[in-house]
């Protein structure tokens, strides 16, 4: 990429700050790379642990301007300074997020959180209804919907290229908590604690983002699903799978599947969107590749910037087709278009509609109702169960 | 293949009646085809279309000996020829299948159908009870058990290599049927009929071989269902699409998926089984790659008569590494273990241990018990139904 | 398959004696195999083994009509009988391939021989004048081009979708001598036997089927090469790899790379043919899938009877598409338009010029000059070497 | 990654001054991109054109706090400031590269170059000996080196894993001189500049990348190459394919195919390394995957930070197994791994050693020593031509 959008609209980078993703964890070195790979961003001020010692100490061995102990603490200062922090992003534990997010666009910070938006549907309408009144952006990282071949299938699937949309399969499979031997005791880690992890761990950490690459995909709402959520682990206080049929908005039909207790499995998110037309697939492990099966002519092998590509799928690669970009590209492309959202709303300008696509709080809220009724279904012997959250 | 055990157990080859599979259809010629690959047996007779010239001149054209203008014509002369057919295979539409298998197995044939076994569970049931009766060799056509891969997968979970199963997956996703515009009126084919095409046409065709495979695999059974079967084709007579939860018999859960109205889809059926150990997964279009993903060690790629094959997947390859057997071969296996297990019979003596792996009689009868399950949820809201058929 | 076409012109199958491969011996059992599969053949008369005791018992244990002790006593007794065979397949050890092929034609067997067809360029066009003169059949078993997506790969450049050609690259690597412990003493195996073997036996052996599948699919010939062959396993007595730089009588450039030692590799033949327009892949491993690459549009997966299937492809596969078909169906294909073939000669008929692409006598000559030439390039410091054949 | 291994060891980030990369360079956005990565490097200055009002403005627009008019210019102010530039990154077209890796390595700055190091091995010659004098870092950017996948094939050749090397192939096959419609005119472009592109374009280009792979890989040494180069597009002014037999430094074959004439390819960097213990197979568009063929046990699926990777390799990921990375994260190994090297002699203490298997410069004339043998085979009838340069 030639050019920096952020600093032709507003002359400079945007400042940022973040909470969470201190020594250890996994997504936030993730979010502070997505930050700096398209120069967007200018870190400038973090509170990376709940540990007020190891959150100063990890922010300065990074070299962050202004590390905080805490996190409301880092609010309540870049808040209160002329060059301060502009865009706060989050990436606390689930249980947090809800608290952050307010708390920041209360001071005026646009957002970028990492899902889910909040643990429990009240939260989340709070979130919304926040993000509405302040006029703030607000980008929920459901980064799968960042890599160009996903934004290729929802290019496809706007311009018709697909036909009616009829059948839908996504699944989600890992292999993290396939052992059978899980931490106990006092000291849980969030992800095996029903408490701070939310009504179901497996449907937050990975059903939401099944749920929103659907819906991103096709352009429909889960309606209505059937399903079931447990855990096949024995002894485990905490969900590992969970399975659904889906109706969706148009009449469509869809199988959801969600685990991370698939032994030998990394990271295997796939989808299959099925028209009228054509059939799309693609799968996160092999994100270079969208295959297309159109009726009655051969299979196609789309690939990043390949022939074809349109612009929602070329503005989010940086090459030349052949040279794999992966998951921190697409994390850094909700990065980069809401730097773009960011910077058009600071300078008051529209921002370009390509840039448009992440995910936001309504987005959010509409995934923790799905999780919602996929329990419901569940602790109902499989009834069919709305979904559907009119925002 | 070096050796002839039919010819070593009874010093000829078997005679075989074929029912059924004429012109223009495909699975007649896959029969004959797969009943000639290893010699095993000598087409003797046929009746091979409803139409009683058809069925003779096309009988004559294929150099048949004994074409038969009708099958209980066929039946009732071959059982009184002091060298008559000894088995007779059945590749007749669905709503004829129990009629031509009960009356061969009361004339004293082994029997080898298609499937499904018959369209209603009663039906099946007197199946049953006539093999069981008789003592006859019954051979139901599921022939995705015939494949080395999915044998090896079977061999390896009995083994205990996958570990206690508590994951699976299953799909099989065909674009037969997606266009749009399906034949009417009064000539209707019998897989647009829901009146000959059963209680459900995709669950019959199709829905029969995926759920007969995840019992072939895992040596479990499905013990109860939440699902939904119609057609997503809009004013389609027949069902086009099913889904559903699956509860396995030791606790496991499932997901179940199968559409024929998939654009763009050839022959996807895919199975993935997880155990805690291990997983598998095996997709029918690549059929001689088995992917096994232990936990904490590198995934593996199994191939037919590679290094750690199982004696049950080498006996059912007959080449070295790397020379692809396909569809044809894998129904052949399921010919060829009938042809032994038929031969030991005629023989009295035992036959080999590895040749009894095929579909039988009372797995025809738990696949029609599957059909009505998923159905009855399906009518009931998405409740959880029993799938079990004590028998 | 719905007809028999041998049977339509001739009235009956074709009866069949087999010389060689005998117990033990995987080329015997695949080309019995690939006789029976589309049923044009009769196996009558068989010669398996040099051993006369184990080839007369080898026979009878498989069932044939007429085992004989040996291959010379099979060509005369069959020659003497009213209905003896009408052809010969010859599958014995590559030295006695010209040997078996002259008498077999001198006596008027139409023959299918596997290949080299010889082991020098003198005895390779003895052959090729005594086919011509006696205008007999002779199908040489370069049995990679019998597969459907090899078939649908020369049918796409004969019709020019791929452009002028220009670029190729083709390699052939196998393990089955990658172990460093080679057999040794009198009674060597003859593919570890430097005077059996022929002047080169990884050349002979995989490289005539890697330059002869360039010939097939490109309708190109090699005019030269620069290249070498040897062995890279220590003190073993035959060669092991041999690699060129090819050119071609169009001026197009190729990669010729063959061996037989690389640890772990099963039966990877793949071929990489690039034009002007598109460029194709196909990989006999994953032999259902060509992958076509045409300039400035997606990369395309072909099927075997998927969309846009060539008559040439079509003919050659038995099922719908997404039902694999492997080598024996690939092999079987040679054999049933050889059929066709014979047939037709023997009927006076035209044969179906869709079943005259099998390799045959002038194939095989040109493959042995090509062995020459690289040879002789490996011995001058690898100076470019004619290894165009004008017959 | 949690940690900033530059600041702790220089208390700051590197000074980066970039030569080169201006608008519409796809490198150039590339190496800056690379450096930002893993926050390394702050970017201080830049002459991104050889227009020098381009190069003020297009500096301007990117944020960089210093941007020059030309290269030179920055070369010498950078020096003489007291916090400028510590390293200089340069991506010029190839026949500048020597002029300004010698200017920069007289001044003092550590040295980042894009390959080839530059046209001629005098050239070549020329910077390895100034690097010796001065003691300074120099980095080429072979950057598929940095994959993680490639790594772990290095340390498996390394830790013995492989066995003796045997066999190796190697092709970088590209399609974006597949059209047969050159530039001409005065303002060639230098990739169609047989002027500035150096001895051969296809070989300086891709070539080198392919030839140094194998090295990296394999710790071996080309001692003698027997190929050829040119073009096979009609009329094109600079070559277009290579092709040639290599002998390696313990007696091992292989087989190199370079070519940007394929057409509707795109990327396709593929090595296959045999040795006598297992093979490996990597390719650079599916760069997750490393392929390893062991000797009588199943191949098996290697994949980033999956079980057993070696450390070489854990460095170069940033996330859990299955979130893919890809190009740029591979080139920002490179110039992290660089990084740590500059940082180590600036603070006067020993680097990590897993941070020293960047190409430097010696593997640069080692390079260009292999491109000059392979036109001079190709010049002599494709005679055996040493390769072999000893430094």
């Not at 992003?89 to 608290?99: E, F, K, L």
């Not at 703030?136 to 299938?153: E, I």
């Amino acid at each position: 990429m030639d050019s920096n959008p952020v600093i032709e609209t507003l002359g400079r980078r945007l400042r940022l700050a973040v909470v969470g993703g201190g020594p250890g964890s996994f997504i936030g070195s993730m979010h502070r790379t997505a930050a700096r790979i398209d120069d967007r961003y200018e870190l400038v001020a973090c509170a990376l642990s709940s540990d007020p010692t190891r959150s100063l100490e990890h922010g300065g061995a990074l070299g962050v301007a202004r590390p905080y102990a805490d996190a409301m603490g880092l609010l309540d200062a870049e808040a209160g300074l002329e060059t301060g922090a502009d865009v706060v992003a989050i990436m606390t534990p689930n249980d947090s997020h809800h608290r952050y997010s307010m708390a920041a666009l209360e001071r005026g910070f646009d957002v970028i959180s990492d899902k889910p938006i909040a643990n429990t549907l009240h939260d989340a309408l709070d979130i919304v209804a926040k993000v509405e009144e302040t006029g703030l952006v607000f980008c929920l990282t459901h980064n799968y919907t960042g890599y160009p071949m996903a934004r290729q299938a929802r290019a496809m699937v706007a311009a018709g290229e697909i036909g009616e949309i009829r059948l839908i399969q996504v699944e989600y499979v890992q292999g993290g908590k396939a052992r059978e031997a899980d931490p106990t005791g006092d000291d849980l880690p969030w992800r095996y604690d029903p408490v701070r992890g939310g009504p179901s761990l497996v449907l937050g950490d990975i059903g939401t983002h099944a749920h929103n690459l659907v819906r991103f995909v096709t352009g429909l709402e889960v309606s209505a699903v059937a399903g079931e959520v447990g855990h096949i682990v024995p002894n485990r206080l905490v969900d590992d799978y969970a399975g659904a049929q889906l109706r969706l908005s148009n009449g469509a039909r869809g199988s959801f599947w969600v685990t991370q207790a698939a032994a030998g499995m990394e990271n295997c998110l796939r989808i299959r969107v099925s028209g009228s037309a054509a059939t799309l697939e693609w799968s996160q492990e092999t994100p270079t590749r969208l295959i297309v099966r159109p009726i009655g002519m051969p299979a196609e092998i789309r690939t990043p910037n390949g022939p074809g590509t349109f612009p929602l799928a070329r503005r989010a690669s940086r090459i030349v087709a052949g040279h794999p970009e992966g998951f921190h590209e697409g994390f850094a492309n909700l990065y980069s278009d809401a730097a773009e959202a960011i910077a058009a709303r600071r300078a008051a300008v529209e921002p370009d509609p390509l840039a448009m696509h992440f995910p936001n709080a309504r987005d959010g809220a509409i995934g923790v109702k799905f999780v919602e009724a996929v329990i419901r279904s569940s602790e109902n012997d499989g009834a069919w169960t709305a979904a559907t959250l009119e925002i």
